[in-house]
């Protein structure tokens, strides 16, 4: 047999310059799409947060898309605190969140978050004079842990559990 030919016997090969059927592009996992959406549940209950702690009103509405239990109430009761000071917030923080933990087995579904909470770019301030309400020599660092809990039901994940570590710096 001379070289360049075939016995018959061979596979065909394709073409050179052609290709075989295009491959599918993988899907996502279960846990990247649970990741997606808890972290739209977050980033949904800090905008839900700034606006609230910003005009001193709560839309409900709105919080419960994002938030229930203690994460929700945590919202309600910091706006009756700022509104019982005279304070408002002004800018909004910088988050960095991920997702740590996700579990999809067993009847709950649950995730953790965990974030770094940076207020540099925000101030809490009186709400008649606009004078900064915190202190120079505070020693409540700007940059403060976040951890998260989330929940699934049905499809939406929502944020349940809200702490800030203010005792520490990130």
Do not use: F, H
Not at 23 to 41: C, F, G, N, Y
Not at 42 to 67: F, I, P, T
Not at 95 to 109: I, Y
Request: with cysteine; charged share 30%; net charge positive.
């Amino acid at each position: 047999m001379t070289a360049g030919c075939s016995s018959g016997d061979e596979p065909a090969k394709s073409a050179p310059g052609k290709t075989a059927s295009p491959q599918a592009t993988p899907s996502k996992s279960a846990e990247d799409i649970a990741k997606s959406r808890v972290l739209a549940a977050y980033r949904g209950l800090s905008e839900v947060r700034a606006r609230a702690y910003s005009s001193g009103k709560v839309d409900n509405a709105k919080l419960q898309q994002y938030a229930r239990d203690k994460a929700a109430s945590g919202v309600v009761v910091a706006v009756a605190w700022y509104e019982e000071r005279g304070l408002k917030v002004v800018g909004k923080p910088q988050l960095k969140p991920e997702v740590t933990q996700v579990s999809l087995k067993g009847k709950t579904k649950t995730a953790v978050v965990a974030d770094c909470l940076d207020t540099r770019k925000s101030d809490t301030v009186y709400k008649k004079t606009g004078k900064s309400a915190i202190k120079k020599d505070a020693k409540e660092p700007r940059r403060k842990p976040v951890t998260a809990k989330a929940v699934a039901v049905g499809e939406r994940w929502l944020i349940s559990e809200y702490a800030i570590d203010r005792s520490r710096l990130c």
